[in-house]
């Protein structure tokens, strides 16, 4: 498993110098260390294979983003997620970073169904362009704050269209 921080600093609950200097250079926050000691506290309990990208926050949810197998993390019916985010006191949705950019966008977006996931070929770049149904459009808020979670989460400059 890997994360934001090292394990040691997790289970001590103190920051050794490097983790401390990547939390105050922005490159992980606040959230990313709370997020990631809860999920070490779990893999002490249970078997846990993955690995801890980043984290968002989107609509006063908690986005964490993971790669490898989520279902040991969200446990029997959510059971863990439901812990988690008793703790954490937001709501929770993990979304697995997987090679397929609209399986990786749909966890996102949960119930707003992706219709189709384009590939725009610029001549130094690729961009996403995400299609949803117009029918959705009014489900869908904060279409900016998600294009930009969207386009860090896959590595590349991602927009949303309704059609
Ligand atoms: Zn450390």
Same mark, same amino acid.
């Given at each position: 498993?890997?994360?934001?921080?090292?394990?040691?600093?997790?289970?001590?609950?103190?920051?050794? *110098?490097?983790? /401390?200097? $990547? @939390?105050?250079?922005? &490159?992980?926050?606040?959230?990313?260390?709370?997020?990631? #000691? =809860?999920?070490?506290?779990?893999?002490?309990?249970?078997?846990?294979?993955?690995?801890?990208?980043?984290?968002?926050?989107?609509?006063?949810?908690?986005?964490?983003?993971?790669?490898?197998?989520?279902?040991?993390?969200?446990?029997?019916?959510?059971?863990?997620? *439901?812990?988690? /985010?008793? $703790? @954490?006191?937001?709501? &929770?949705?993990?979304?697995?970073?997987?090679?397929?950019? #609209? =399986?990786?966008?749909?966890?996102?977006?949960?119930?707003?169904?992706?219709?189709?996931?384009?590939?725009?070929?610029?001549?130094?770049?690729?961009?996403?362009?995400?299609?949803?149904?117009?029918?959705?459009?009014?489900?869908?808020?904060?279409?900016?704050?998600?294009?930009?979670?969207?386009? $860090?989460?896959?590595?590349?400059?991602?927009?949303?269209?309704?059609?």
């Amino acid at each position: 498993m890997n994360g934001p921080i090292c394990f040691e600093d997790a289970k001590t609950n103190r920051l050794c *110098r490097i983790c /401390e200097a $990547k @939390l105050k250079a922005n &490159i992980i926050n606040e959230n990313d260390v709370a997020i990631w #000691k =809860e999920i070490v506290k779990l893999g002490e309990k249970s078997f846990l294979d993955l690995d801890f990208l980043n984290s968002f926050e989107l609509n006063g949810m908690l986005v964490i983003v993971c790669r490898g197998n989520i279902g040991a993390l969200i446990g029997r019916q959510g059971k863990n997620i *439901r812990d988690l /985010e008793q $703790k @954490l006191g937001k709501k &929770i949705r993990i979304v697995e970073k997987t090679g397929d950019a #609209k =399986e990786t966008a749909q966890a996102l977006l949960g119930f707003v169904k992706i219709a189709a996931v384009n590939r725009v070929f610029r001549p130094d770049s690729e961009e996403l362009k995400i299609i949803i149904s117009r029918n959705d459009e009014r489900r869908l808020k904060e279409k900016e704050a998600l294009e930009k979670i969207l386009s $860090k989460i896959l590595g590349s400059k991602t927009t949303v269209e309704f059609q």
